[in-house]
């Protein structure tokens, strides 16, 4: 019991290392531009990101808690992108181009994550049958 207490607690701290990375890591890459063109990396990196790492922290801890851990952080750090510091640095900006990356980064990923968190939420809980079970009418 203490070994399966201890491995979870070992999964927990990882998926949240890997989910807060991950986030920093494509907020750090949304500014992202070849000559003048915007690359927008950090929005398809945010995408597949979130679906895998919910997906792999699931299979290898076997937990649902542990598996939403992932999307949650990266939805605390990617916020706290958006919030400018006392030294006025700010790195999701909402202006111009780097704007409109920055609104597909936070609604694609958010969106991958809960679809990814749902999807893992979903599979223990079996369905509740409905009608009166002898075959007819209701």
């Known amino acids: 019991m203490i070994g399966r207490a201890a491995a979870t607690v070992g999964w927990s701290v990882l998926a949240v290392a890997a989910g807060a990375w991950l986030a920093l890591v494509e907020v750090f890459w949304l500014p992202l531009k070849a000559g003048v063109v915007p690359v927008p990396l950090s929005v398809l990196a945010a995408v597949v990101g979130n679906l895998l790492l919910v997906r792999l922290a699931h299979r290898l801890s076997g ?37 409109w990356v920055g609104m597909a980064f936070l609604l694609l990923g958010v969106l991958a994550a809960a679809f990814a968190a749902g999807r893992v939420l979903a599979a223990g809980v079996r369905p509740v049958p409905t009608g009166s079970g002898s075959g007819g009418a209701p």
């Open 63 to 99: 937990s649902r808690v542990v598996a939403v851990l992932p999307a949650l952080v990266w939805l605390v750090v990617a916020l706290a992108a958006m919030v400018r510091r006392p030294e006025g640095d700010l790195v999701l900006v909402g202006t111009g181009v780097t704007g």
